[in-house]
Structure formats: structure tokens, C-alpha cells
């Protein structure tokens, strides 16, 4: 299976952007029973892990993105998403998706830059 993230692009700080993710070549009873999560690296930064959602809905965030981020799962179209409100400079970076259960090829990424 392989993750494609799209949504990314240039906005100023203050601004949105919804992230999408779609897991091409998965059926939907795997999809389903996987719990997914939001990446994202900076340049020259480690990879940092921004939000994640539990196959029943469960989610939970970062501290640095609480309260500004919201993830989503649409499971009949094998999508998950990151809306994402209130973006900061730091908030640059390229981001991915991946499966915490893992076996899933995790894909370019897709970069949100926020200018000041």
C-alpha cells in the first residue's frame, strides 16, 4: 500500500490548510482496523510525530499543535486528514502519513510552508 499525502502549499501565518492522505491499494476492512498517524520533518530537523487517530476515532496531539490541528479519518475512502488552523512559521515542514501498525510505504510528503 502506498500513502499519498496532498493539501500542502504557502500560506501566512494565522492561515489554513487541510492535509489529505489516501491509502492507494488498501481494502477497506484493513484500512479500517489500522490506526494512522500525521508526521512531519523540517529541514535539517528530526521527524516529529504531530497527531494520531485510533481506528475507533480515539485521537490525540502533539502539545505543540493542540487546540490549532484537528485529524480525521475517512475510512469508505481510505482517507485520513489534517486540518490544520492558526499555522505558525514553525509549523514548515514537509508532512507525511503513515500506519502505526506499519507495512505501509509512507510516500513523498507533502510541504506546508507558512511565512510570517
Do not use: H
Not at 492507494?24 to 476492512?29: A, E, F, T, V
Not at 520533518?41 to 499543535?65: C, H, K, M, W
Not at 486528514?81 to 513523498?108: H, I, R
Request: glycine share 12%.
Amino acid at each position: 500500500v502506498q500513502l499519498q499525502a496532498s493539501g500542502g502549499g504557502s500560506v501566512q501565518a494565522g492561515g489554513s490548510l487541510r492535509l489529505s492522505c489516501r491509502a492507494i491499494g488498501s481494502i477497506l476492512s484493513d484500512f479500517s482496523s489500522r490506526d494512522m498517524s500525521w508526521y512531519r520533518q523540517a529541514p535539517g530537523q528530526q521527524r516529529e510525530l504531530v497527531a494520531v487517530i485510533t481506528n475507533s476515532g480515539t485521537t490525540n496531539y502533539a502539545d505543540f499543535v493542540k487546540g490549532r490541528f484537528t485529524i480525521s479519518r475517512d475510512n469508505a475512502k481510505r482517507t485520513v486528514y489534517l486540518q490544520m488552523n492558526s499555522l505558525k512559521p514553525e509549523d514548515t515542514a514537509f508532512y507525511y502519513c503513515s500506519s502505526v501498525q506499519g507495512g505501509w510505504n509512507w510516500g513523498q510528503g507533502t510541504l506546508v510552508t507558512v511565512s510570517s
